[in-house]
């Protein structure tokens, strides 16, 4: 499709595969739905279609949480269409009824189910698949369905544990792993099979699609889950002493952890990113554009040691980190580095706070510091998970967990430091003189900014492969404490930045004013609301005060005496007509706030309209499904159909 990179300003759709709903769709949305959908796309002007990670995420429901990052997700297959279904369709059919009138996915029973209906049609007609020609080029093609066949025959063998608990090829050569697929061949060729079948719905679905003149946006998570078939073959790639995950803000005050590995990009690199490479080639089968996740993560990732719980005592890797030279130039002998970079807790405030019990405290997990009423953590110590499974009572974990806590410098590596995200508020640097925290400071920010080179020629290195040999356009997802070079490195390359224009503000102005959408990059995607915010609805209704609205109102131009609390057909409308202004080349609206231009679907809550909160475990989270059937969107005429087709005509 050429006319990607035409000046022309694309109207499209955001939605996951998992959300769509059609009368054949099995309990959650398919493959082949896509092509309904471009239908409907076709019939309102709009261009594109965005959808999620669709990698195979076993029973996980998060699509970020991959077990390969060349997989398919089976649970995505249409049963229907593959051959030797036939002695199982009323099966289907009934199953098909009872879990398409659910207005929440039932993810794990719709995998299993799908798993035990593909586990027979395979048995069922394996002495055939084994002489189908096509099957077997599919092998021969995708040599990596060796090591993710193996690690799902594994898996399946011992009841999903990660492959830290397999009794063998817990660190297998690929040697090892190409016998393994040889001797068990049947069992992984099951696995195999159902991607086969994935290709050939998703291509089908894709080129579909493209005949419809609708674009395929799909989802390159930048991180892979530490139980994959990944991290399990290729370890050389990941560094397990470390987890990734983003630092405090107003959303999450201790930092997130995402629990997934940090990656080697020495190793990656001396491999001429080989493994990237692989994924950019098979999203380059199916889509016309992808969107590169937590794009900030090419520049540098926060770093959080492996026993660490939350992400407070994270770091930005790479970076240019305080030495200890530095410290001690400025006059910081090593007694007050120490106090910086290592948690102390007064015995006073444990006596206070325990009574006798300190003193089980301070046996189990402290140390006295010289003969001092001051204790450090013992060395057996070596994050918040010791303490977490260790300590049962919770006043005493949470006491333990605040001081641990406590670092104003983070230990880096040896004899370098990072300075902790919420060193202000501790309590070591509280004591510091006014003149050693301004020298602690200036540091700071020398290391910032030389910090900022070393993310810039990164990301530069990083990114540039990625749009080399394909033709998809490549967005970014850039969201967070961006690095200052960020916006310059993304249209250096030429890589769409994303503005969710409710974030797109003048925050060092007075009052934070909204950007105007016309002064938007044209090299960005504009959207009102992400799959990790509120939809359009319930951002208005319960995260902005009347004065916000008020504010907002001004920003689309309109001058009210009576400010709507509750949104409504005609506000949406004004909302996303207003954001079809923006320069951005693409304008990607997610379902939700599609169809809070029509009240048809107001009597349900809001809050059923959310995809995920971030940093949550929640039933909920990933569940979202369409209040309707694509049929039936086929079928809205009238006044909706009008709004949209208005809209794609940016």
């Not at 955001?14 to 239908?39: M, N, V």
């Not at 060796?146 to 690690?151: E, G, K, M, R």
């Not at 959207?527 to 319960?542: F, G, K």
Request: proline share 5%; with cysteine.
């Amino acid at each position: 499709m050429k006319y990607l990179y035409h000046n022309e300003r694309i109207a499209g759709v955001a939605i996951p595969l998992s959300a769509l709903r059609t009368t054949h769709s099995c309990g959650i949305g398919e493959y082949a739905d896509l092509k309904e959908l471009g239908l409907w796309c076709q019939k309102v002007g709009l261009k594109l279609i965005q959808i999620l990670p669709i990698h195979d995420t076993g029973l996980e429901p998060t699509p970020y949480a991959a077990q390969s990052s060349l997989a398919l997700n089976p649970v995505y297959l249409r049963l229907q269409a593959i051959p030797g279904n036939e002695k199982y369709v009323n099966e289907i059919l009934g199953f098909t009824k009872e879990y398409n009138a659910k207005t929440r996915l039932a993810y794990q029973q719709v995998y299993l189910f799908k798993q035990k209906i593909l586990r027979h049609i395979f048995e069922d007609n394996y002495e055939a698949l084994c002489f189908d020609e096509n099957f077997r080029a599919f092998l021969k093609e995708n040599s990596w369905l060796d090591v993710y066949a193996s690690y799902k025959v594994l898996k399946e063998r011992h009841e999903l544990q990660s492959w830290k608990s397999f009794p063998i090829l817990q660190d297998p050569h690929a040697q090892e792993i190409r016998k393994f697929f040889e001797q068990n061949e049947k069992d992984c060729l099951f696995y195999a099979w159902q991607q086969y079948h994935c290709h050939l719905q998703l291509l089908e679905a894709a080129q579909f699609l493209d005949k419809q003149g609708v674009m395929l946006k799909g989802d390159i998570p930048i991180l892979m889950n530490e139980d994959s078939a990944d991290v399990w073959a290729w370890r050389e790639f990941f560094d397990l002493n470390y987890r990734v995950g983003a630092p405090p803000d107003m959303f999450s005050p201790q930092g997130q952890n995402w629990g997934f590995p940090a990656y080697r990009w020495d190793a990656l690199e001396k491999d001429n990113y080989s493994w990237w490479r692989s994924r950019i080639a098979q999203a380059n089968r199916y889509f016309h554009a992808f969107r590169i996740d937590h794009v900030l993560g090419f520049f540098r990732i926060w770093k959080i040691p492996h026993r660490e719980l939350s992400g407070l005592l994270g770091f930005f890797s790479p970076g240019s980190y305080i030495l200890h030279e530095e410290l001690r130039e400025l006059g910081f002998d090593e007694g007050r580095i120490v106090w910086l970079s290592e948690p102390h807790i007064p015995g006073g405030e444990m006596r206070m706070r325990f009574g006798q019990d300190w003193l089980r405290i301070v046996k189990e997990y402290l140390v006295q510091v010289n003969e001092e009423d001051l204790y450090k953590f013992a060395l057996e110590i070596k994050g918040e998970r010791d303490i977490f499974e260790r300590e049962k009572n919770e006043d005493v974990r949470e006491f333990l967990l605040y001081w641990w806590r406590q670092k104003a410098l983070i230990p880096v590596a040896n004899k370098h430091f990072f300075p902790a995200w919420q060193r202000k508020d501790v309590f070591s640097y509280h004591t510091l003189s006014p003149e050693e925290k301004h020298k602690l400071e200036s540091l700071v920010e020398k290391h910032r900014k030389l910090s900022e080179e070393i993310w810039r020629e990164q990301a530069l290195k990083l990114l540039s492969f990625m749009k080399e040999n394909h033709e998809m356009l490549v967005c970014a997802e850039d969201l967070g404490d961006l690095p200052s070079c960020t916006p310059e490195v993304l249209s250096e390359l030429g890589i769409l930045s994303l503005k969710v224009e409710r974030w797109c503000r003048h925050y060092k102005v007075e009052g934070e004013p909204y950007i105007a959408v016309e002064e938007y990059p044209v090299l960005s995607v504009a959207t009102s609301s992400v799959h990790d915010s509120s939809p359009l609805r319930l951002w208005w209704e319960s995260e902005l005060s009347q004065e916000e609205r008020r504010k907002y109102l001004e920003h689309l131009g309109m001058q009210s005496d009576e400010i709507p609390s509750k949104m409504n057909p005609e506000l949406a409308n004004k909302i996303l007509m207003h954001l079809s202004k923006a320069a951005s080349k693409l304008m990607i609206i997610p379902f939700q706030d599609l169809l809070a231009m029509t009240d048809l679907f107001y009597g349900i809550s809001p809050q059923e309209e959310r995809i995920n909160v971030p940093g949550t475990v929640s039933e909920k989270n990933w569940t979202y499904r369409l209040p309707l059937t694509l049929e039936e969107l086929m079928r809205l005429e009238g006044d909706f159909l009008l709004k949209v087709q208005k809209l794609s005509q940016r």
